[in-house]
């Protein structure tokens, strides 16, 4: 297995910080998987994307569900084809080979050239899953009883593994991964990320709109708070449906697309009634008021 090194630098696309840049490139230095934590909407999966694109290599995806086990991603013995080609198909059924098919994981072992596995959303499936994974990704290999086949990575694939934090991982799982917790992106980051997806849309529309998703992150009580990709959303539907600039903070116009559930609904136009959104800054730290 080659070992080649790499510099993550970023893509035009993706606004990554100095601090997960680097905890990228110490991760591929070191051959271990990174593991990313934060809410939902801060990038994660995307971040994968950008490091693939960046660096020029292939990107392979597993998404993972509550049904998800370790096998899938190694391997897969499909004995119903091969049952049914015994009784009606007029070839060899003998050579095992041919019913075995790669999961993710294998996929990304097999590649001749060196790929991103984003292993998306880990803590989705039970607590078992990621222990499973411990010998197939510390070897970057995996046996297969049925033929006999050990399947060894040709080249060292870089190992994402993205988790919105709903379970805490096995400590033995952690102390293999290089572990970054994405924060809520700052308003600055934020409206560098908002720019880089749309690019010409009227700054003040988007300080407006901004002022008003701060302080709706601000209030308590919220189930879901608006994340990333509903402000997004947000300014383009603001821009496509003409709002004019004034409503946005006194009025938050077409609050659907940010909020989720009727119960947050209720908080935020209650609160409406009793402040605007308004920000002072102090000492650099944003305060609502
Ligand atoms: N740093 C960033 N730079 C550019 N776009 C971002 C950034 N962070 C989040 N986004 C955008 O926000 C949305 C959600 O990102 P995603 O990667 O799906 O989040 P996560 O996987 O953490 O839930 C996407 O549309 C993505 O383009
Ligand atoms: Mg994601």
């Known amino acids: 297995m080659q070992v080649e090194v790499r510099e993550f630098k970023g ?37 994968a994307k950008s490091i693939a694109e960046g660096l020029g290599l292939k990107l392979i995806i597993w998404n993972i569900k509550s049904t998800t086990k370790a096998q899938d991603g190694l391997y897969v013995y499909d004995t119903v084809q091969r049952l049914y080609d015994s009784q009606f198909g007029d070839h060899n059924v003998s050579d095992i080979s041919q019913y075995i098919k790669m999961g993710k994981l294998g996929e990304a072992f097999l590649s001749d050239k060196p790929v991103v596995l984003l292993i998306d959303e880990i803590d989705k499936a039970d607590l078992e899953f990621p222990n499973d994974l411990l010998w197939e990704l510390d070897m970057m290999s995996f046996y297969i009883p049925e ?73 308590s009580g919220l189930q879901k708070p608006p994340s990333t990709s509903e402000l997004l959303d947000w300014v383009q539907a603001l821009t496509v449906g003409g709002v004019s600039l004034e409503k946005i903070r006194k009025e938050i116009p077409l609050l659907g697309v940010l909020i989720k559930k009727n119960q947050d609904f209720d908080v935020i136009i209650s609160r409406l009634h009793t402040q605007t959104p308004n920000k002072t800054t102090t000492k650099g730290q944003n305060v609502w008021r």
């Open 11 to 47: 893509t035009a696309d993706y606004i990554v910080s100095e601090d997960l840049r680097n905890s990228v490139n110490v991760s591929m230095a070191l051959g271990r998987p990174l593991l990313i934590k934060g809410e939902p909407g801060t990038g994660k999966t995307m971040l």
């Open 147 to 219: 033929t006999g086949v050990t399947v060894t990575a040709k080249q060292r694939p870089i190992v994402i593994i993205t988790s919105n934090a709903e379970k805490e991982l096995p400590d033995a799982f952690l102390r293999r991964c290089i572990f970054h917790y994405i924060n809520f992106p700052e308003p600055e980051m934020m409206a560098n990320i908002v720019n880089v997806h749309h690019p010409h849309l009227e700054d003040k529309l988007v300080s407006e709109a901004m002022e008003a998703f701060y302080w709706i992150r601000s209030l």
